[in-house]
């Protein structure tokens, strides 16, 4: 029989965290791939064309980054409510983001969407779940 130790609640947060986090990254790359992606990131027509609206998406996606390390580092109080709420957030808007991308191309991105869905709610719900004294 193979043995199966438990692991502390920091870590599995941390590892689900940096899950969601190669998610992001492996959609933003595809992403390059869609046609005519990379013209409109060449003429500046894009989503992010403004330095107000990169500086938003890099707060919101450095979230996610930072979380991986709080999840280790942080009291358990505090760490627990942080993934509650940072896991719904991100939970919502992924969904949020592969209901409004339901196209061939962006088919990739919907799939990606919904696994960083399960596993932000799995962070909520290991959160939810933290282990009591």
Request: aromatic share 14%; net charge positive; proline share 5%.
């Amino acid at each position: 029989m193979l043995e199966n130790p438990k692991v502390n609640i920091k870590i599995k947060l941390s590892a689900l965290w940096t899950s969601t986090i190669f998610c992001y990254l492996y959609g933003d790359y595809f992403e390059l791939y869609v046609p005519e992606k990379v013209n409109s990131l060449l003429s500046g027509i894009n989503i992010l064309d403004s330095p107000t609206k990169l500086l938003i998406a890099s707060i919101v996606l450095a979230i996610p980054s930072v979380m991986v390390a709080l999840s280790i580092l942080l009291k358990p109080k505090i760490n627990r409510w942080l993934n509650i709420i940072f896991g719904l957030l991100f939970t919502l808007m992924m969904l949020l983001i592969a209901v409004n991308s339901l196209t061939a191309w962006y088919s990739f991105y919907v799939f990606l969407a919904i696994l960083e869905s399960v596993i932000t709610s799995l962070i909520v719900w290991h959160a939810w779940k933290w282990p009591k004294i």
